[in-house]
């Protein structure tokens, strides 16, 4: 599975952004798909994971209710905050796997 994140650039403080993530390869075993995202200085940070099988989704309390993921693997971001500055990654993982398919990452920062 090769994945690439696009859609990252600078936006005001309560702007929205999304974020792509287009895949290739054996995508129809994919068992769930997440976004990471790592700010300078600080551990990577899982923001949000959604399952396919099912559809369901989990969210960092940091980015909940701001955040979206979908089936289509893009990341809705809105109500964006200077903390959301990161370089973001989607990542994919197949069922009792780790999450060993990365994407290039895609900055996004945020000013106030």
């Known amino acids: 599975v090769q994945l690439q994140a696009s859609g990252g650039g600078l936006v005001q403080a309560g702007g929205s952004l999304r974020l792509s993530c287009a895949a290739s390869?054996?995508?129809?075993?994919?068992?769930?798909v997440a976004w990471f995202r790592q700010a300078p200085g600080k551990e990577r940070e899982n923001v949000a994971t959604?399952?396919?099988t099912t559809s369901s989704t989990v969210y960092a309390d940091s980015v909940r209710g701001r955040f979206t993921i979908s089936r289509d693997r893009a990341l809705q971001m809105n109500r964006l905050e200077p903390e959301d500055t990161a370089v973001y990654y989607c990542?994919?993982?197949?069922?009792?796997?780790?999450?060993?398919?990365w994407g290039r990452g895609t900055q996004v920062t945020v000013s106030s």
């Open positions: 990542a994919a993982r197949h069922a009792g796997g780790t999450f060993r398919y």
């Open positions: 390869g054996d995508t129809y075993h994919i068992y769930a």
């Open positions: 959604i399952y396919m």
